[in-house]
């Protein structure tokens, strides 16, 4: 195994959050610090939201993450859904241009722990 994907359907997105921000704002409180209160939902109902992509250190450069992240929206598409969204940080551009030659294009912006985030989509 070289990478991983995070991803979950917007309708179900709060209800997963919920879950989940409460062991990681414990982890993470020193180095978010006020962050967790200004942050915006990364997704919404109607979109099939990819949270977190990771491809190991000795795999990275080849591909694996454009495979990824080509195979989720091609699987998420196939399911129904008709937009796939994701959110890059502003200061990111090479990230962005690799979702960009993906398909995804800017729909507007996030605050993600006090910082502004592009939210991308890929809309069939």
């Given at each position: 195994r070289a990478g991983m994907m995070?991803?979950?359907d917007g309708e179900h997105y709060r209800?997963?959050?919920?879950?989940?921000y409460p062991q990681l704002k414990e982890l993470f409180d020193v180095a978010f610090g006020k962050g967790w209160d200004e942050m915006e939902d990364?997704?919404?109902a109607g979109e099939f939201y990819i949270d977190s992509i990771g491809v190991l250190p000795q795999f990275r450069g080849i591909g694996i993450g454009a495979m990824l992240l080509s195979e989720m929206t091609r699987r998420a598409h196939e399911a129904g859904h008709e937009h796939v969204a994701l959110i890059v940080d502003e200061d990111n551009p090479s990230a962005e241009k690799l979702y960009t030659r993906l398909g995804f294009r800017r729909v507007g912006t996030r605050m993600?722990?006090?910082h502004r985030m592009w939210h991308l989509r890929h809309t069939i």
């Open positions: 995070i991803a979950v209800e997963q959050r919920d879950k989940m990364e997704a919404k993600f722990f006090g």
